[in-house]
């Protein structure tokens, strides 16, 4: 069975760090591209961040970029987005997702996970 599962998320004030992870299995992760997408309550679901199978590649919203880094360990099958500077507007549930090619993966992915909240107080 093809699964992602996200970790990580939490409670943290204005200014500090978080770091998700996201687990696959059931699939040949070496080959996939992986990305993070976010939901805050109320707006659509919306893109954050992505990198190539290989980990050559990376692109990022222009509301994240500078702040969060995306970084993948293909032995461990894990994704990770590494989150600082985090500010109120970061607050929403982060999914990760996976897709076959490294522009669809931040516009139509084919697999997603099931959420981690992380939530950024004031």
């Known amino acids: 069975q093809v699964q992602l599962e996200e970790s990580g998320g939490g409670l943290v004030q204005a200014g500090g760090s978080l770091r998700l992870s996201c687990a696959a299995s059931g699939v040949i992760f070496s080959s996939i591209n992986m990305a993070w997408f976010r939901q805050a309550p109320g707006k659509e679901r919306e893109f954050v961040a992505s990198?190539?199978?290989?980990?050559?590649?990376?692109y990022y919203a222009d509301s994240v970029k500078g702040r969060f880094t995306i970084s993948r360990d293909n032995a461990k099958k894990t994704v990770y987005l590494q989150m600082n500077s985090l500010k109120p507007e970061d607050t929403a549930v982060y999914y990760c997702?996976?897709?076959?090619?490294?522009?669809?993966?931040?516009?139509?992915?084919?697999?997603w996970g099931q959420g981690t909240q992380v939530t950024v107080s004031s």
């Open positions: 990198i190539t199978y290989s980990a050559a590649s990376t």
């Open positions: 997702a996976a897709g076959q090619t490294f522009p669809m993966v931040r516009t139509r992915p084919d697999l």
